[in-house]
């Protein structure tokens, strides 16, 4: 975070406990989202009047580039809030889920399939089991007979059309997956 935490208590006995648990928890968020500016915490203990069952509020207010995530927890909402250890660890829960879908919009996220890149057959050594594909911006990459996934390697002939997935190898550019296109 860039600017330091800030976290208060309302109508209750600050705990140092209680504080480390929610720095805590502050701290974790960074691994979901690095731009976090601010974040605000405040604890809130409802109906001082009994012993036990009193309930805690807790929100989390958290300044990101270009919003604001807000996330508030209400006690009658769940019994287990009794428990502000337990009413801080869903409100952050909430917060970290918010923090995820901010960083899926903010960088939208999309899966885009890309074809693979296509070229033809130039060379082919049966008794090397290798052969080279010419691709369309004028690159020679080499693959081997394992490489060929839909056909024989024996069937293929010079200027057949294939799909191959590139990548580096030992003596420069290769094909670790060849289709014949049809």
Same mark, same amino acid.
């Given at each position: 975070?860039?600017?330091?935490?800030?976290? /208060?208590?309302?109508?209750?006995?600050?705990?140092?406990?209680?504080?480390?648990?929610?720095?805590?928890?502050?701290?974790?968020?960074?691994?979901? %989202?690095?731009?976090?500016?601010? %974040? $605000?915490?405040? @604890?809130?203990?409802?109906?001082?009047?009994? +012993?036990?069952?009193? *309930?805690?509020?807790?929100?989390?207010?958290? /300044? @990101?580039?270009?919003?604001?995530?807000?996330?508030?927890?209400?006690?009658? +909402?769940?019994?287990?809030?009794?428990?502000?250890?337990?009413?801080?660890?869903?409100?952050?829960?909430?917060?970290?889920?918010? *923090? +995820?879908?901010?960083?899926?919009?903010?960088?939208?996220?999309?899966?885009?399939?890309?074809?693979?890149?296509?070229?033809? @057959?130039?060379? =082919? $050594?049966?008794?090397?089991? %290798?052969?080279?594909?010419? /691709?369309? #911006?004028?690159?020679?990459?080499?693959?081997?007979?394992?490489?060929?996934?839909?056909? #024989?390697?024996?069937?293929?002939? =010079? $200027?057949?059309?294939?799909?191959?997935?590139?990548?580096?190898?030992?003596?420069?550019?290769?094909?670790?997956?060849?289709?014949?296109?049809?």
């Amino acid at each position: 975070m860039k600017l330091p935490l800030q976290i /208060t208590f309302r109508h209750m006995d600050p705990s140092e406990a209680l504080e480390a648990n929610i720095r805590d928890h502050a701290a974790e968020l960074d691994q979901f %989202c690095d731009e976090i500016m601010h %974040c $605000d915490v405040v @604890v809130e203990e409802s109906h001082r009047r009994h +012993q036990q069952g009193n *309930l805690f509020h807790v929100s989390v207010d958290i /300044t @990101v580039p270009g919003g604001e995530i807000v996330v508030r927890r209400e006690p009658e +909402q769940r019994h287990a809030h009794e428990d502000p250890y337990v009413a801080v660890r869903d409100a952050f829960d909430a917060a970290r889920r918010q *923090l +995820q879908d901010y960083n899926r919009r903010r960088a939208q996220k999309v899966k885009r399939h890309i074809p693979n890149p296509t070229g033809w @057959v130039t060379e =082919i $050594d049966p008794m090397m089991g %290798c052969g080279r594909i010419g /691709t369309e #911006d004028g690159r020679d990459i080499y693959f081997h007979r394992n490489s060929v996934v839909n056909a #024989d390697f024996d069937s293929l002939d =010079i $200027d057949t059309r294939v799909q191959f997935v590139e990548e580096a190898g030992d003596e420069g550019p290769q094909a670790s997956t060849v289709k014949v296109i049809s």
